[in-house]
């Protein structure tokens, strides 16, 4: 999508831990934090590669295997400003109506096709509505 509209498509990731998932709340900080340290998509992709592992042991198992400075992540895993920001993103899931995840929306409407065809057919109806171009 971003080499299709290069210039008005944003993406902006929300976490939404499950509460059925007993380690996704600390994923979901632990991606954070290690954001921190430039490591958040290689950390992401590793959570979710091990979903169904996760433990504490897991997650500082996938910190050192990024390369991860471990204390620093402990230390901004315990951040209030990280923590809030996982809080502030479960809550604003839970007013927009998300049950699980991934759940996709595009300026605010909830994209039930999520194939590229999909996708394509809900940003060309924001631009048009919008009267903008793909560019």
């Not at 709340?25 to 979903?51: C, I, M, P, S, T």
């Not at 901004?76 to 998300?98: C, F, H, T, Y």
């Not at 300026?107 to 109806?125: P, V, W, Y």
């Amino acid at each position: 999508m971003f080499e299709t509209y290069p210039k008005v498509v944003k993406l902006a990731i929300k976490n939404f831990p499950l509460p059925n998932h007993k380690f996704a709340r600390q994923a979901a900080v632990a991606a954070l934090a290690a954001d921190r340290q430039g490591k958040f998509w290689e950390f992401h992709d590793e959570l979710y590669k091990n979903y169904s592992r996760l433990s504490e042991e897991k997650i500082q198992e996938i910190a050192q295997q990024l390369g991860l400075d471990t204390a620093k992540l402990d230390q901004d895993m315990k951040s209030p400003e990280i923590n809030a920001i996982v809080e502030k993103d479960l809550r604003d899931g839970q007013e927009a109506g998300v049950r699980g995840i991934p759940t996709i929306f595009i300026n605010g409407r909830l994209l039930r096709d999520r194939s590229f065809a999909g996708f394509q057919a809900a940003i060309e109806k924001e631009l048009a509505e919008k009267g903008k171009k793909k560019e």
